[in-house]
């Protein structure tokens, strides 16, 4: 009927009123669904992220050895280690040294005036004290006893310190052990080798420079037949003991440990520049020891090489140092001859390692028992040039320029 609207008619009009969206209106809306998904699970995240956080427990904080091993590792620290031979005082050093005092005490420091810069500019220097000091008359070969200002010529040249376990360290007995001791550190120099009492011996000396602690342990191959006192009184080179000594300054805080080695005659034959099957096993064993970090030694009164066991430095032997040995006295013309040995020592976040050496030829001149580097003696012309040009052709001619280079590398 007109003027009557059939039922379901307002329906219609209002489905055909609406315009269909279009495919991008489609797109469109998708895009923002998918957008707002996308963001509510990156919140859903944030929020569940710090929950898990929030029930962790905190990180703990580096402990002082890590913080140490980081800041080494962004700043590696290196040394120069100087290591020195055989301080063996005969009868024409001493009275050598009485002169130069005035002929009242002894004067020993200028004796080692010339090599000096050698010791005393190295970050750390190390000498090896053949022989007893005590308050006793000097006597000389077979049973020592030296003078004990020497131990303040060791001081003003300039030594940290020094190992007292040698052949000859039982000379004036036990008490020449406790005077020996007493006389080095009464100059300021530390001592290692021999003790006066167990606890001594079982206290690692560590020398510390540059905020590097460096161990040094020592021992004898023998003690010339003397029996040893007490356990403690001088060490006796054995493998395990060494290696025991290491470990415990390694426990005391040491970065690096030196073996010092003292081989005497029941190792090796004197006045022989190869090292003995000895000497080599012994070293062999200890450088594969974690704790060692190098091998140095003396002993034979002759200069041998220097050399690489499993990754690590072996100074077999620096010679003497000073004495009144050599061809004049019908004794190997290269016991006259000796080598200050200088280590470079690198300490990083993952240990301590020798990564290079060098040695200075070093001649004693018997004139007036001055020790001289024998490219210092060439150049300022004081000594006998060719006596001087034939203990480094020596020198070199053992310890050659492969592993360790010679200074100076060649002569003028």
Known sequence: MRGVEQPGSRIKRA?????????????????????????????????????????????????????RANELNENPVELTLSFSGDLLIHTPLF???????????????????????????????????????????PASYPIFNTPPEMAKGIAQTGWDACDTASNHTLDQGEEGVGQTIMALEDAGVKTTGSATSQKGRDTPLIVETK???????????????????KPYTVNICEKDQILDDAKRAKKAG?????????????????????????????????????????????????????VKVDGKYVVFS???????????????EGSQDGYIALLDL?????????????????WTDHADFRVWPVGDAIEAGEADEASV?????????????KTAEPVPPKLP
């Not at 010791?119 to 308050?135: I, K, S, Y």
């Not at 040009?389 to 320029?401: C, M, P």
């Open 389 to 401: 040009r034939a203990s480094y052709e020596r020198t070199v001619g053992v310890v050659g320029d």
């Open 318 to 332: 620096e010679g003497n140092l000073t004495s009144n040995q050599g061809a004049d006295m019908g004794l190997a």
């Open 211 to 229: 905020g590097i602690r460096v161990g040094y342990v020592a021992c004898t191959t023998d003690t010339n037949g003397i029996p040893v006192p």
């Open 254 to 306: 040491a970065d690096a440990v030196i073996a010092q080695m003292h081989w005497a005659s029941e190792l090796v034959p004197e006045y022989v520049s190869e090292p003995a099957p000895g000497q080599e096993a012994l070293a062999k064993e200890l450088a594969k020891s974690p704790e060692i970090t190098a091998v140095v030694g003396q002993g034979p009164h002759i200069v041998q090489p220097i």
């Open 95 to 137: 009275l050598r040294a009485q002169e130069l005092a005035g002929g009242t005490g002894y004067d020993f420091a200028p004796l080692f005036e010339e090599i000096r810069p050698y010791v005393e500019d190295a970050d750390l220097a190390f000498c090896h004290v053949e022989v007893p000091m005590t308050p006793n008359p």
């Open 15 to 67: 489905a055909a009123g609406r315009r269909r969206p279009t495919p991008a209106v489609y797109r469109r809306r998708r895009l923002a669904a998918l957008i707002g998904l996308g963001v509510a699970l990156v919140l859903f995240l944030l929020v569940v992220g710090k929950i898990t956080d929030a029930g962790k427990p905190p990180e703990p904080p580096l402990t002082p050895a890590q913080l």
């Open 346 to 362: 690198v300490v990083d976040g993952e240990g301590a390692s020798v990564t290079g050496a060098r040695y200075v030829p070093t």
